[in-house]
């Protein structure tokens, strides 16, 4: 039995990243500790970039039948900027990445995929983007310019199928299936 066919389980779709892209955000994040070290940092093994998140779900097979239609070529992006989200609660510092059409395109198809198969319509704004920190303090993106980002860019081969895990040290992402790009 499928280890998602038992129980309930939080998942989403995403991209990962080459060894290069997580030397440089690793990098980038020991910049921003050094200018806020009580901030809650994402652990490397965490990076991603989530396309759609799906939520809770006991299916993961009908799921992954869905993501295994979807057909797309391998693309390029390149890390870009910080760039941070704030409200009154919490925050999240991030790195995003250039906006390319076939990231769009791809990220359309999986919500197509599945939106038409009855899951829930995403309620925000698509902002590609890397979460580094959060819980940091205010006015940190004032600095932002002392933590540069190289302009890395890198080759998209395949998106996944995450499943969250959570623990007492924070959630922990783990790849369930992986879609390849031709």
Known sequence: ??????????LFVGLDFPPEVIHELERVQRMLRLLDPSAHYEPADNYHLTLRYIGEASDDESIVQRLERIRGERFRLTLQELGIFENADWNVVWVNVREEPCLLALKDKID?????AGDRIELYP???HISLAYYGRPGISDEFSTCP??????????????????????????????????
């Open 112 to 116: 197509r995929m599945l939106t038409d």
């Open 1 to 10: 039995m499928n280890r998602l066919e038992c129980c309930t389980m939080e």
């Open 149 to 182: 980002v190289a302009p890395l860019p890198f080759e998209v081969s395949s998106f996944h199928l995450y499943a969250v895990d959570h623990s007492p040290d924070g959630p922990r992402f783990r790849k369930v299936r992986a879609f390849k790009l031709t």
């Open 126 to 128: 698509f902002n590609p």
